[in-house]
């Protein structure tokens, strides 16, 4: 059974930086390699929002709103990817989630961006 189990979320400044890590566990490194991941966010009552992944051939996207400050990368050797965010803003503020393979989800972290 394939689980996937996030970290790394809290509170931080404007203008800081935090970095999530999505944990996967009940698959292969093999498999974790080729899989494409996904990164998202939501806010209360709206719906979640897809800001960034890596495709199955490799590829980097970014959703327009975090291009350029948040950085995606995977560890398959690890079974770990990783949501670098830098020059962070309050409208950041969200629960994040993983997706793996586009079928598994992480439980969510919680990123409070304040003063």
């Known amino acids: 059974q394939v689980q996937v189990v996030e970290s790394g979320g809290g509170l931080v400044q404007p203008g800081g930086s935090l970095r999530l890590s999505c944990v996967a566990s009940?698959?292969?490194?093999?498999?974790?390699?080729?899989?494409?991941i996904g990164w998202y966010r939501q806010t209360a009552g709206k719906t979640r929002e897809w800001i960034g992944g890596?495709?199955?051939?490799?590829?980097?996207l970014y959703s327009d709103s975090v291009k350029g400050r948040f950085t995606i990368s995977k560890d398959s050797a690890e079974k770990t990817m990783y949501l670098q965010m830098d020059n962070l803003k309050p409208e950041d503020s969200a629960d994040y989630y993983c997706?793996?393979?586009?079928?598994?989800w992480g439980q969510g972290t919680q990123v409070t961006v304040s003063s």
């Open positions: 997706r793996l393979r586009g079928l598994y």
């Open positions: 009940g698959v292969t490194v093999d498999d974790y390699s080729i899989w494409g």
């Open positions: 890596i495709t199955i051939d490799g590829r980097v």
